[in-house]
């Protein structure tokens, strides 16, 4: 089975979609769900290459994830048509996003919404912020991506053929 490419996406990918890659590369490898699921980032407008940020790396260091390899990676035509579903952090990201590739419509989504966390449907940016902003901001990530992959688990168990439902 092919491996099916779980997009996140913020603004410079060194901050929120770093984070939310990483954590839902660690809580998907800790479910038994079959799906080939492949968490990748990018930015809306990233500067290849960049390392992500310290407070970032930080609190991912403290959740017992290894960050150092990540670079950050602007989002092209190529990538968002390969991702099986795409998840921004803000409805301006949807935006901006739906502006460049209006027929990925049906596949994007604020990741807050589809992971049941509706009453706060965007991401904060701990871009600037203190370490502990970072850790908010981290801890909000991490419930998002614990609600999308049950989302995403019960879905696929129930076989659906859209993964918004």
Not at 56 to 82: F, P, Y
Not at 153 to 160: A, L, M, Q, V
Request: with cysteine; glycine share 6%.
């Amino acid at each position: 089975m092919a491996k099916k490419i779980i997009l996140f996406v913020c603004t410079g990918n060194t901050c929120r979609s770093p984070m939310a890659e990483a954590l839902f590369r660690q809580e998907w490898q800790q479910r038994t769900a079959s799906a080939q699921l492949e968490p990748a980032s990018a930015g809306l407008a990233a500067l290849a290459g960049e390392e992500a940020s310290a407070h970032a790396r930080t609190v991912l260091e403290e959740a017992g994830i290894e960050a150092a390899d990540h670079r950050s990676t602007m989002l092209d035509e190529e990538l968002a048509r390969s991702a099986f579903l795409i998840l921004v952090m803000t409805r301006q990201h949807r935006r901006q996003l739906l502006q460049r590739f209006p027929e990925l419509a049906e596949k994007v989504f604020l990741l807050n919404e589809l992971a049941g966390l509706a009453e706060t449907p965007e991401v904060a940016d701990p871009y600037g912020g203190t370490l502990e902003d970072y850790r908010r901001t981290f801890g909000e990530i991490r419930r998002a991506v614990t609600g999308l992959a049950a989302h995403l688990e019960r879905s696929i168990s129930d076989d659906k053929n859209s993964i918004g439902q």
